[in-house]
């Protein structure tokens, strides 16, 4: 299964929204879960989430999208966030993409927390984070990965202007940067 996170930068961007959704071919019968971030409130996130949502099926890509809290699918407790995988897997058995927006229990909650409790609870493959630029040459001709401090350090080098993106990946390592254009091949 893909890990996909975008930001709430890469969501401000049409020329990215477009570009995502075109893209979307993974091969092989592989699945995706995309987790988004989602400005202002829980209403708003649930309208992104359907939004991108109708974007993809336009494109014939078969998905489904839920707030975060519905059918429990993560259930927030003291300790953190609970992903209930075995409900995502029924979930994404008859699709190809499931969409997942920052809301449980009607409170937007951050999405950055979802997406690692569920990297932590399900058998993910590659986790791919976007630059905030969809036309930036950090992954604009090839997929980045950020495996250690080392990548991490070589790439703000090169593209400073990028940091918030190739933080984000080192955090999630290990993670591949990847443009709207590249990140299903």
Same mark, same amino acid.
């Given at each position: 299964?893909?890990?996909?996170? #975008? ?5 401000? =961007? /049409? ?5 995502? #959704? ?18 202002? %409130? %829980?209403?708003?996130?649930? &309208? ?20 975060a809290g519905q059918r429990d699918l993560f259930v927030r407790e003291e300790t953190g966030i609970r992903v209930q995988a075995?409900?995502?897997?029924? !979930?994404?058995?008859?699709? +190809? !993409? ?10 937007? #909650? ?7 409790? *569920? $990297? ?5 493959? +590659?986790?791919? #984070? ?8 950090? *992954?604009?001709? +090839?997929?980045?990965?950020?495996? %250690?401090? +080392? =990548? /991490?350090? /070589?790439? !703000? ?5 990028? /940091?918030?993106?190739?933080?984000? &990946?080192?955090?999630? $390592?290990?993670?591949?940067?990847? %443009? ?6």
């Amino acid at each position: 299964m893909q890990l996909l996170f #975008v930001t709430e930068a890469n969501l401000r =961007d /049409r020329l990215f929204v477009k570009d995502l #959704v075109h893209n979307f071919k993974f091969s092989g019968g592989d699945k995706a879960l995309l987790i988004h971030e989602a400005p202002g %409130s %829980s209403a708003a996130a649930r &309208a992104l989430g359907k939004h991108l949502s109708a974007l993809f099926s336009e494109c014939m890509v078969v998905n489904l999208v839920f707030a975060a809290g519905q059918r429990d699918l993560f259930v927030r407790e003291e300790t953190g966030i609970r992903v209930q995988a075995g409900r995502i897997g029924a !979930l994404l058995e008859p699709v +190809q !993409l499931l969409i997942i927006s920052p809301v449980i229990q009607d409170t937007p #909650v951050p999405a950055l927390e979802l997406f690692e409790a *569920a $990297r932590a609870a399900l058998p993910a493959g +590659q986790v791919t #984070v976007f630059p905030g630029n969809p036309m930036s040459a950090l *992954a604009g001709r +090839q997929r980045q990965p950020v495996l %250690s401090e +080392q =990548d /991490r350090d /070589r790439l !703000l080098g090169l593209y400073e202007e990028e /940091r918030p993106a190739i933080e984000l &990946a080192y955090r999630l $390592r290990p993670a591949t940067l990847a %443009s709207p254009v590249n990140y299903a091949h």
